[in-house]
């Protein structure tokens, strides 16, 4: 039961998410609306993977 990447936003809760403040994050809209979170169990633990710039993603892209 933990929040991985990616996720999908409905569109139900876009309007939450334009209105956040600008020291808002999106892990606030999660907080906020958790009686909406839905989780899908997966096989892999990949989903966790924390990428946050091109040399992170070039570690970590699956051979072609």
Excluded: C
């Excluded at 600008?22 to 907080?31: A, E, F, G, I, Y």
């Excluded at 909406?36 to 993977?49: C, F, K, N």
């Amino acid at each position: 039961m933990r929040r991985g990447h990616p996720w999908i936003v409905s569109r139900s809760l876009w309007t939450f998410v334009q209105a956040l403040g600008s020291s808002q994050t999106l892990r606030d809209l999660l907080h906020s609306q958790a009686e909406q979170v839905a989780y899908l169990p997966v096989e892999t633990d990949s989903i966790l993977a924390d990428l946050d710039t091109p040399d992170d993603y070039e570690r970590e892209r699956p051979p072609e």
